[in-house]
């Protein structure tokens, strides 16, 4: 069964930046449409960003041109830089595949605050 751990995220000022990691384990990671979500407190977990097999990405418009999402199949870790961090993008950010179909990690606290 896969296993997710989530690191890199912390306390940002805005406009900062930040890069996320997802480690799994447990799986071949390279045949997974992979992605990235985020929960703050009292909403529903929403898509933030997805990576095809084939490396074809898809972004949700709040993040566009702002974040990227990538993965290292070698290393079976997915990963998230996050650019020009906004007050609205604090929330614990986790990774899934896209369906979602893991067990769900710890995720990573993200807090962009001056």
Same mark, same amino acid.
């Given at each position: !069964?896969? !296993? ?25 990671? #390279? ?7 985020? !929960?703050?407190?009292?909403? !529903? ?16 418009? @709040?993040?566009?041109?702002? @974040? ?33 179909? @893991? ?10 605050? #001056?």
């Amino acid at each position: !069964q896969a !296993q997710v751990v989530e690191s890199g995220g912390g306390l940002v000022q805005p406009g900062g930046s930040l890069r996320l990691s997802c480690a799994v384990s447990g799986i071949a990671l #390279s045949i997974y449409r992979m992605a990235w979500f985020r !929960q703050v407190p009292g909403k !529903q977990r929403e898509l933030v960003a997805d990576i095809t097999r084939y490396g074809i990405t898809n972004y949700a418009e @709040f993040v566009k041109g702002r @974040f990227t999402i990538s993965r290292d199949n070698a290393k079976n870790t997915v990963y998230l830089q996050m650019n020009s961090l906004k007050p609205e993008d604090t929330a614990v950010y986790y990774c899934n595949t896209v369906a979602p179909s @893991f067990r769900w990690g710890q995720g990573t606290q993200v807090t962009v605050s #001056s």
